[in-house]
């Protein structure tokens, strides 16, 4: 299913939705199709434009920075899918200091890795098992929640996020 991107009356970034959502906001009056895909959403009675970019017609007020979650699929678009240990495909997810000696669960301490480097290391730390990170691990920018929420980040979209960022 499509998603759009919704922007604020202030054109930040706020959220993704399903296109459907973002019909419904507009249908409501409490939002403005910006972008759409040349697309219809036939109803009985009336023809909506398929909408991409959504602006919200008042000011919400965001009372933290988002954050990207840590997760498996975060971690692999942050790291686009490739073993920090040896640039091969990544399919499972390694903690640089493993959680059994102390290592914590956060962005710093993740990294993506291929299964053989995986069972390579085991327990140990990096330079315990002879093996060197590519590219340190690191909390990704603000707006990488966007590149989460969709498989591929629509070119359309690139304008109003480049704005926020």
Not at 49 to 75: D, E, F, G, M, Q
Not at 88 to 108: E, F, K, L, Q, T
Not at 127 to 143: C, F, H, K, N, Q
Request: a positive charge; proline letters at 7%.
């Amino acid at each position: 299913m499509r998603s759009a991107l919704v922007l604020n009356a202030t054109y930040e970034p706020l959220s993704v939705v399903p296109a459907r959502r973002a019909a419904c906001l507009v249908l409501a009056d409490k939002a403005d199709i910006i972008e759409d895909d040349g697309t219809l959403l036939h109803a009985a009675t009336m023809s909506l434009p398929n909408p991409l970019v959504i602006r919200l017609r008042y000011v919400v007020k965001v009372p933290y920075h988002r954050r990207t979650a840590l997760s498996r699929r975060a971690v692999f678009a942050r790291d686009n899918s490739t073993c920090q240990y040896c640039g091969g495909y990544a399919d499972s997810i390694d903690h640089i200091m493993p959680r059994s000696r102390g290592g914590a669960h956060v962005w710093d301490n993740v990294a993506a890795a291929c299964r053989p480097c995986n069972l390579s290391k085991r327990d140990r730390t990096p330079d315990e098992a002879g093996m060197r990170l590519a590219r340190p691990a690191r909390t990704p920018r603000e707006l990488a929640w966007v590149t989460v929420s969709v498989q591929r980040v629509p070119d359309v979209w690139l304008p109003y996020l480049a704005r926020a960022g």
